[in-house]
């Protein structure tokens, strides 16, 4: 079975500050991970994807990830947070399953001016 | 770009009523998906296509059925709407089968039964 555990539901950080969100996985296989965007009335957008070249992974709107196998983990960062980044993200993992995606809970992120 | 359109970004209807949601990808991917979102559950599998005619169920396919008979158009049928079917439906697509892939997601259809 995989899965994927996103700690906190709600994150709020100031303009400026840096943006951390956690995401957890399991995965009986070595797993690709994504994380997605979803802005407010949209559909998912796709930040960042690890599919085993590199350990850090870069993605768009100054976002990165760092896939750390020894934790199980794949949390995303941005140095330095923008009022655009208001939205909610979602760490994904594809393992065995068929070639399914398995979502987290999802992180909405609030931006303080 | 990936375009993956949803028929309607809104819909109400009634307990008992047969509902149908249309999506439709521009891009030839052979791979389709539906999922339902529901705040603090994130997005979870109802069905997928892996091609034409194909259909696999997801994680939580009662209640719901599909149907893919071209290749651009997959859609998601709720024989007798309920009220806990009330959510937020996304579909995807993806060009072919590797779990490395990306989705590419609609804007969604955010259904009321009442």
């Known amino acids: 079975a995989q899965s994927v555990t996103q700690l906190g539901s709600h994150v709020s950080v100031s303009e400026g500050a840096l943006v951390l969100l956690r995401c957890n996985y399991s995965?009986?296989?070595?797993?690709?991970l994504f994380w997605y965007v979803q802005y407010p009335n949209q559909g998912l957008q796709l930040l960042l994807k690890?599919?085993?070249?590199?350990?850090l992974v870069k993605g768009i709107n100054g976002f990165e990830a760092e896939f750390k196998k020894s934790e199980t983990s794949f949390h995303l960062t941005k140095p330095s947070a923008h009022m655009s980044d208001a939205a909610e993200y979602f760490c994904?993992?594809?393992?065995?399953?068929?070639?399914?995606?398995?979502f987290g809970g999802g992180t909405r992120v609030l931006v303080k001016p | 770009d990936v375009k993956v359109t949803q028929s309607s970004r809104y819909l109400v209807k009634r307990t008992g009523e047969k509902v149908f949601l249309e999506c439709v990808q521009d891009?030839?991917?052979?791979?389709m998906f539906w999922y339902r979102q529901d705040p603090g559950l994130g997005l979870r599998l109802i069905y997928f296509s892996y091609d034409v005619k194909m259909k696999e169920k997801g994680d939580i396919p009662e209640g719901y059925s599909v149907s893919r008979e071209k290749k651009e158009r997959f859609s998601l049928i709720l024989e007798s709407a309920s009220t806990n079917q009330t959510s937020m439906y996304l579909c995807?697509?993806?060009?072919?089968?590797?779990?490395?892939?990306?989705?590419?997601f609609g804007p969604g259809t955010r259904l009321l039964v009442l």
């Open positions: 690890y599919t085993s070249a590199a350990t």
């Open positions: 994904a993992v594809s393992g065995a399953a068929g070639n399914k995606l398995t």
């Open positions: 891009m030839d991917h052979e791979n």
């Open positions: 995965s009986s296989v070595p797993p690709y």
């Open positions: 995807a697509s993806r060009n072919r089968v590797g779990r490395q892939e990306t989705q590419y």
